[in-house]
């Protein structure tokens, strides 16, 4: 079965101070990895997907690497408006479904 | 503004009720999802749909839900009998083709009484 882990929990930051988020996973035949951004009482808007290791995507101040057992999202000076929670998923084998981690809920201060 | 839309955004019922939520995919996507999320965790895959037939159905999906997709285009997800568990919000993703980022709906979030 596949499986998604995501930390931490989550992350309170100072304006400016770039971080991380780690999405672990475990699947059998990885067919994409999704980063996207969720806010309160609203539905998941995508961010990112990434199909092989050593892949790189950048959108403003995020940035997602994959390698073959974790992907990181790193955010490079965050401002207020980036405070959300950030879920990660997987696609793999012959199915359609995203296995989704349970997210890292981040909150940015100024 | 074409992205996936669902109606209602918030349904409140009481134990026992039936419910009936809809979803219209952007246009021209074949592929049609719904997922339950409860707080604090990700969304869970309940069924997905290419065009109008049911491909896959999670074994969370009990015998009280059904879905449907008619004509390939709008699709409706119905509880009966609700519990205080189906407790949720319910989201409704589409995508174009299996390779194709699956983009969300507002989500229609349930309160069972």
């Known amino acids: 079965e596949d499986q998604v882990t995501q930390s931490p929990e989550a992350l309170r930051l100072q304006e400016g101070e770039s971080s991380s988020l780690n999405c672990s996973y475990t699947?059998?035949?990885?067919?994409?990895l999704f980063w996207y951004r969720q806010d309160p009482g609203k539905g998941p808007e995508f961010l990112f997907t990434?199909?092989?290791a050593g892949e790189e995507k950048e959108k403003e101040r995020l940035k997602a690497t994959l390698t073959k057992k974790e992907s990181f999202l790193h955010i490079t000076a965050p401002k207020p408006e980036d405070s959300a929670t950030y879920l990660c998923?997987?696609?793999?084998?012959?199915?359609?479904?995203?296995?989704f981690g349970t997210g890292t809920q981040l909150k940015v201060e100024l | 503004d074409t992205g996936v839309s669902q109606d209602p955004r918030h349904k409140i019922t009481k134990r026992g009720q039936n419910v009936t939520f809809r979803c219209d995919p952007i246009?021209?996507?074949?592929?049609l999802y719904w997922y339950r999320q409860t707080l604090g965790q990700g969304p869970e895959f309940l069924t997905y749909f290419q065009n109008e037939a049911q491909l896959e159905k999670s074994r969370l999906l009990s015998d009280r839900f059904s879905a449907e997709r008619p004509k390939g285009s709008f699709s409706t997800l119905e509880i009966q009998r609700t519990e205080q568990g189906d407790s949720a919000m319910y989201l409704c993703a589409s995508s174009l083709g299996s390779t194709e980022t699956q983009y969300f709906g507002p989500g229609t979030r349930l309160l069972v009484l």
């Open positions: 699947v059998s035949g990885l067919r994409g």
């Open positions: 246009s021209e996507h074949n592929r």
């Open positions: 990434l199909y092989s």
């Open positions: 998923a997987v696609r793999a084998g012959g199915g359609n479904k995203l296995t």
